[in-house]
């Protein structure tokens, strides 16, 4: 049987604490930096993600996923680099 309880407060947690710290952090962001540059963040969370499922879950990671963060920072770092800002 399920633990209705601890599975609520669970969710409460994630939904709550986690998006909203979230959203915090990315709209300061937004009002600190250029748009382009906060919005980035956005395309670091699945790496992050796979980083910490490695660090935290000892989850394998695989050479089509490390393949993907290379070309994820590269996208970045080109976009960063090389993109139209309007200063």
Do not use: R
Request: hydrophobic residues 55%; negative net charge; aromatic residues 20%.
């Amino acid at each position: 049987a399920f633990d209705y309880q601890q599975i609520l407060w669970q969710f409460l947690f994630v939904a709550v604490f986690v998006t909203g710290v979230a959203y915090y952090f990315y709209f300061d962001a937004l009002s600190n930096l250029d748009t382009s540059i906060s919005s980035m963040s956005f395309f670091i969370k699945p790496p992050l993600a796979s980083f910490m499922c490695y660090l935290i879950l000892h989850e394998e990671i695989k050479i089509n996923t490390i393949l993907g963060i290379v070309i994820i920072f590269a996208g970045v770092f080109i976009s960063m680099k090389f993109g139209n800002s309007q200063k």
